[in-house]
């Protein structure tokens, strides 16, 4: 069966949601792992969006965290303010899906500026809430293709904080969600050890470890035990082909 590698991506990460988990859902990719694992697995699942959508359930794909169709339905609405402070810092919200331009080996995130801040050669779009969400979600996830210049072996800036400099340096600083417990990419998902380092803990249908040492910018280690996902069912390529993505705007 063919499929795509966003298809790929999309389809692991909504296999890493639980039922009846609380997820903060981001726009892109996330948004369809969460609105799948909703259909399928994870019945019991409860999306909250940015813009104060509590337990939203969109009759079709949202494009935007404040897409109307996130209200019909949904259990509560309320500001983004409230969304913040009472639920995710409360420690109300069980997974946060982020995303960035680079991804270093402890799981920081930067989505502020490639180079020097003071003196970037590119500068990005910055944190949004992701900063807020990698701090206090009791798990973050984050999709990316795998592409040696988004796995540096230190990020440019630390946008949004994964395991910092590993060992304990995180839970120093105060932050209670664990953070970074899984990077699914294109060809395996990286998960980190007691240290908080990134290791490649399974590979993609027709994906080796060569091609993702090839492709990370620092020398990745491999989980002794090392897993391989399952292909995507044809229910799962139907459910997002069909139903929430029909005009690929996100999928291709």
């Known amino acids: 069966m063919n499929y795509s590698k966003s298809e790929l991506m999309t389809i692991n990460a909504a296999r890493l949601l639980r039922d009846g988990d609380v997820v903060f859902v981001g726009v892109g990719l996330p948004n369809l792992a969460c609105n799948l694992a909703h259909r399928t697995h994870a019945p019991n699942l409860v999306m909250i969006y940015e813009a104060g959508v509590i337990g ?7 494009l935007s965290i404040g897409d109307p169709s996130l209200v019909s339905g949904a259990t509560a609405v309320c500001s983004m303010y409230d969304i913040f402070s009472f639920y995710l810092q409360r420690g109300n919200v069980d997974v946060g899906f982020l995303g960035g331009a680079q991804i270093d080996k402890f799981g920081n995130i930067n989505a502020t500026v490639i180079g020097e801040y003071e003196k970037p050669k590119t500068r990005l779009p910055g944190s949004g809430g992701s900063m807020e969400i990698a701090g206090w979600a009791n798990r973050c996830y984050i999709i990316t293709p795998h592409q040696k210049r988004r796995f540096p072996e230190k990020v440019d800036f630390i946008t949004s904080a994964g395991f910092l400099n590993g060992g304990n340096e995180r839970k120093n600083t105060g932050a209670r969600g664990k953070g970074t417990q899984g990077v699914v990419t294109n060809l395996g998902i990286l998960e980190p050890d007691q240290s908080g380092e990134l290791i490649l803990t399974a590979l993609h249908p027709g994906a080796t470890t060569e091609q993702v040492r090839e492709n990370t910018g620092w020398n990745v280690k491999i989980a002794s035990e090392l897993k ?8 799962e390529l139907k459910i997002l082909r069909e139903d929430l993505d029909p005009d690929g705007i996100y999928l291709k």
Do not use: G
Not at 56 to 62: D, G, I, K, T
Not at 228 to 235: A, G, R
């Open 228 to 235: 391989y996902t399952i292909p995507p069912s044809e229910e």
């Open 56 to 62: 939203a359930r969109p009759s079709r794909l949202p």
